[in-house]
């Protein structure tokens, strides 16, 4: 006897629409939340956010003219008028520090945006093309990453010479290395996987897998290690103004404000106190920001 499709059974699936599990929450929320959990990275970051205010708006917030010398207020302890003192030149301290603040952000940005740029481009046609220009790509970086950067900053500075631009350069030259070796590592732990072998089968080219398809997976690393990297350039920053290599005066600088106050240790330590405080400050925060990133960007470090 023939059965007539109509009369076939038909299979009745359980309506589970109310059981469905929610939408996942978006990848960078659950960093947010991730990194909300983390007491000292927020900290840190509400820290960064109050030094970029502070050296955004510096210019209107300043008492007083932080440049301006008056020797008959040499050396005044801290007061209601002058709130961090006055140094060895009658220059209001606290107006020095705010206004080193922009200089030192400044500088840091700015020499990191350059190290990522020329260490991302480095490490990427060292990792993907491998090979002799890997080899030759890696000792180079190996011969830098040998000499203390502190030294090799001084070297660059001395052939550059003085000066906030020559400094920014020398400081973005001597941490290419590390992110050139951070890069490179983490394309060839990628760069053999099905979906990097299936884009070089249809036909992209080179620079549009690396750019596409190879960097947006290390992304996190290099985060990470520019955050940290900030805090390395204020620092190399201040050791360049306290060797009187960097930020010439009288412009005013963390670092050449503890080199010129170094003689006024014992008759009036706040000189040193108030910049170094600053210095201290403005590593920590970015230190514990980029530990707070790298948990909160890696999923395995990540609270259920």
Not at 13 to 32: G, N, R, V
Request: charged share 20%; aromatic share 8%.
């Amino acid at each position: 006897m023939r059965i007539h499709q109509a009369e076939l059974p038909q299979p009745e699936f359980p309506e589970q629409t109310a059981d469905l599990p929610e939408k996942p929450e978006s990848q960078l929320k659950e960093m947010w939340e991730a990194l909300c959990e983390d007491k000292a990275a927020l900290t840190g970051l509400f820290v960064i956010l109050f030094l970029v205010l502070v050296a955004i708006f510096g210019p209107f917030i300043m008492p007083c003219d932080p440049n301006l010398s008056d020797m008959t207020k040499s050396f005044i302890w801290p007061n209601s008028e002058h709130w961090f003192g006055t140094d060895q030149l009658g220059r209001d301290i606290f107006s020095r520090v705010i206004s080193g603040t922009r200089i030192s952000l400044t500088v840091g940005l700015s020499a990191v945006a350059i190290s990522l740029t020329i260490g991302v481009v480095l490490g990427s046609i060292a990792g993907y093309r491998g090979g002799k220009t890997d080899t030759v790509i890696m000792r180079f970086m190996d011969m830098m990453l040998a000499i203390p950067s502190i030294l090799l900053a001084i070297a660059f500075m001395a052939a550059l010479g003085k000066g906030i631009d020559k400094a920014v350069i020398a400081i973005g030259l001597v941490s290419i290395p590390e992110y050139a070796r951070i890069v490179r590592g983490c394309i060839l732990s990628v760069k053999e996987n099905d979906y990097i072998q299936a884009a070089r089968v249809i036909g992209n080219k080179n620079s549009r897998i690396i750019f596409k398809h190879i960097l947006p997976n290390v992304l996190s690393s290099i985060v990470v290690r520019a955050t940290l990297g900030i805090s390395t350039a204020v620092l190399d920053t201040a050791a360049l103004g306290f060797l009187g290599l960097g930020v010439q005066p009288p412009a005013a600088e963390w670092g050449d404000m503890l080199g010129r106050a170094r003689g006024f240790i014992f008759t009036a330590p706040y000189t040193l106190i108030f910049p170094g405080v600053a210095i201290t400050l403005t590593v920590l925060a970015f230190n514990l920001l980029g530990d707070g990133l790298r948990d909160a960007l890696d999923p395995k470090m990540r609270k259920n």
